[in-house]
Nanobody, 127 residues
Framework: QVQLVESGGGSVQTGDSLRLSCTAP????????MGWFRQAPGKEREFVST????????DYTDSVRGRFYSSRDNAKSTVYLQMNSLKPEDTAVYYC????????????????????YGQGTQVTVSP
């Protein structure tokens, strides 16, 4: 079982920033596109962002585009989600995910496409 470990969540106020991190075993990380998903209470888990194996291509859901930025450090087997201008509607448990990919520039967004998920980290944004 591949273990993904998220960190960096917390409680902040509207307009603040947070950076989430997720580490994965090196062998898996290097061959995977990495995604972030979130799940708010009473709602389904939804796609937030994805970054390709190469790190050259990213994609975001519309509600976070221009505020959230995903990056990866392949040497550290770590993917980041920089979240700026946070809003109360961003409150959720955030999950890191890995999808083994042949294509270096693929950016999958479907929940079912991903092979592994982390345990999640809580982000709470107060008005």
């Amino acid at each position: 079982q591949v273990q993904l470990v998220e960190s960096g969540g917390g409680s902040v106020q509207t307009g603040d920033s947070l950076r989430l991190s997720c580490t994965a075993p090196g062998g898996t990380f290097s061959i995977s596109a990495m995604g972030w998903f979130r799940q708010a209470p009473g709602k389904e888990r939804e796609f937030v962002s994805t970054i390709s194996r190469s790190g050259a291509v990213t994609d975001y859901t519309d509600s976070v585009r221009g505020r959230f930025y995903s990056s990866r450090d392949n040497a550290k087997s770590t993917v980041y989600l920089q979240m700026n201008s946070l809003k109360p509607e961003d409150t959720a448990v955030y999950y890191c995910a890995a999808k083994r990919e042949i294509n270096l520039h693929s950016t999958p967004s479907a929940k079912s496409a991903y092979d592994y998920y982390g345990q999640g980290t809580q982000v709470t944004v107060s008005p």
